[in-house]
């Protein structure tokens, strides 16, 4: 799966001529994207000669640990670190954001913080291992939090329970915000609006921004009539769109799926390769790795069949694959015909004639 770019890092000059490492965080943060340590290398360059960094920052959240290591990356930066929130800083972008010695919201933006939640498959050992993991991480996320604001732990954690929307003004009353701006267009990339329209309690600006998502754009084609004839035909039908999966209901499916084709193995696999992204994504990715799984058992192979899912390959790619491996353990094969050991020693001794002679004088012949 092809790395994808989730900011941008650019060294800039303000208006009274100093160096200004600017930071744009526009996207979902990691979750097989490029990782937070090239961004934080990235960010040591452009900020290794610059008076203060800005982190602008309109993102629906993402990888809670990659948002730990540039939280603490930024928290570490010698100068001032400014973090302005563009539209909406939610889950773990919020995290970022609390980085900064100053935080700036415009009047409409949003921060949203909330429980830290993730996919899990495995052992019961395995699901209370991954859930030691996320009280942990939901710690530190609280600690940053009262580190900002300076609210008590139980304040915090109740806002963090029911998923809490706070507006600037209302941001700026708990201690995350210092300063608000003049209201700006709310916009979000489309990768964004599929992540927020997952959250439970999204206000009403949140709402709109995801409606305003599915709204075609306005026909512009200058071969229609300017007042068309009306039209006998009934009413196009509205049909409803299809419900959107969770990323918790398609991981579910996954490992259902894999249970019941006896295929548990790969269920991780299938999660890596598709990204959850959708329902249909989700049913070709768990089809294709049980045609990958047959190809490997016909193969003698069935070890392999982990890997290639994971990899993304496709059923002939692994036909291929499979090909090159077993023809590689074989032995070569002579077609030249191979003498018999010691045929120079071995003598061909037929009947001799007076044998045969004396045999059928014998016998009244």
Known sequence: MKNRKWWDIKALTNAQGATVAEIRIYDEIGFWGTDAKTFIAQLDEAAANAAEVIVAVNSPGGDVFDAFAIYNALRRYAGKVTARVDGVAASAAGLVVMAGD?????????????????????????????????????DGILAAYRRKSGQSDEDITAMMDTETWLTAL????????????????????????????????????????????????????????????????????????????????????????????????????????????DRATVDAAIQSARDIAGVCVAAHLPER??????????????????????TASQQPVNSRQQPAPHAANVRAEGPKATSIYAARKGGGK
């Not at 700036?104 to 699901?127: C, F, K, Q, Y």
């Not at 600006?205 to 229609?224: E, Q, R, Y």
């Not at 009413?235 to 769109?241: E, G, R, T, Y």
């Open 102 to 138: 100053q935080v700036v919201m415009p009047e409409n933006a949003m921060l949203m913080i909330h429980n830290p939640w993730t996919i899990a498959l495995g052992s019961a050992a395995d699901l209370r291992s991954t859930a030691d993991m996320m009280d942990k991480a939901r």
């Open 170 to 277: 209302e941001a700026q009353a708990l201690g995350f915000c210092d300063v608000i701006e003049n209201p700006v267009k709310l916009a979000a990339s489309t990768k964004a609006i599929e992540l927020l329209a997952r959250f439970k309690n999204p206000p009403e600006p949140v709402k709109a921004l995801v409606a305003a998502s599915d709204d075609s754009p306005p026909t512009n084609d200058p071969t229609l009539p300017i007042d068309p004839l009306p039209s006998n035909d009934p009413p196009p039908v509205a049909v409803p769109p299809a419900p959107q999966n969770s990323a918790g209901e398609l991981a579910t499916l996954v490992f259902n799926a894999c249970r019941d084709a006896n295929l548990s193995s790969l269920a991780e696999s299938i999660v890596t390769a598709s990204g959850l992204r």
């Open 305 to 326: 069949a982990e890997g290639f899912v994971r990899d993304g390959l496709t059923v002939d790619q692994v036909r291929a694959r499979l090909f090159e491996t077993v």
